[in-house]
Each structure stands twice: as C-alpha cells, then as structure tokens.
C-alpha cells in the first residue's frame, strides 16, 4: 500500500477549512469556502461566499457562479476542477446578511491566510479580482478610476 505524503498546500488548505478565526463575529459556525491545488493556472479571488454556496460549500455554486461560467466559457465540471482554477475569496466564510444584501467579507481571512495561500500557488498565470474588496487586495496603490 502506497502512502501519499500530504503536500505543504494540502495541510494549509485542511487548517483553513478548520478555521474559526472570525467565529466570534459570525451568528453561524464558520465554514471557510474554497478550492486550490498547487497545479491551478487560474485564481479567482472574489468577495465570500453567499449563503446558498455556504450550505453547499460548492465555490460560486450560485447565480454569480453561473454567470462567471458563462463569461469564462467553461462548463460546471471544468470550473470545478482545481487543477485548474483556483477560488480563494477575501472571506472564505459567509459574513451574513445586512440590511440591502451580504455584508463585506470578514478582513480576518485575507490577514491571515492569503499571503502563504497564494505563495504556494506557484503555477497561476492569471489572477481574476472580482469586486472592489479584492481589486483592492489585488492591485493595492493602483486601485482606482482608470482614465
């Protein structure tokens, strides 16, 4: 019987999903939401997840999903294979709901996984900032109008 040796990204990704750093805030247990694999050419950092993707635990497994699918010109199947692209959101789990829609993803997840997450992710060549909170994230001083 051949043993496979979990790899640095595999551990980090289990002590994400085990995450509760923001429990505190949150009126439901967390339930960190996101795919990645260390041979992913595509990284799609967008807000969190809403509350149907959280139920499911399916990243973008909702109408946002389906409607980035559309623009990528990729099927459910190929979307989902983590060899190939990435999802690693701001907030990994559902903030909660506000009074015109979702709250903004929680600032803790981003602080205090993305840089190593990301750093391990050595094969992605292009990275998808989707919403205000990861273009800032993503672009950092030269978030902003363009002219």
């Known amino acids: 019987m051949t043993v496979t040796k979990p790899t640095p990204l595999d551990t980090l990704l289990r002590d994400i999903r085990a995450c509760t750093i923001c429990s505190s805030v949150l009126p439901h247990a967390p339930r960190p939401v996101l795919a990645a694999s260390e041979q992913a050419g595509i990284l799609i950092i967008g807000q969190a997840p809403d509350a149907r993707v959280r139920a499911s635990v399916a990243p973008w497994g909702d109408a946002s999903g389906a409607r980035l699918r559309t623009l ?22 559902f ?5 015109s829609g979702d709250l903004p993803s929680r600032p803790e997840c981003a602080a205090r996984w993305h840089p190593e997450l990301l750093g391990r992710m050595r ?3 292009l ?9 800032r994230f993503g672009l950092g001083e030269t978030f902003g109008p363009t002219d």
Do not use: N
């Not at 979307?79 to 959101?89: M, T």
């Open 95 to 99: 903030p909660r709901r506000g009074p």
């Open 72 to 93: 990528l010109d990729v099927d459910d199947a190929s979307s989902y294979e983590d060899s190939r692209f990435a999802i690693a959101p701001m907030g990994f789990c």
């Open 127 to 135: 990275t998808l900032l989707i919403g205000q909170c990861a273009q």
């Open 123 to 125: 094969s992605v060549r």
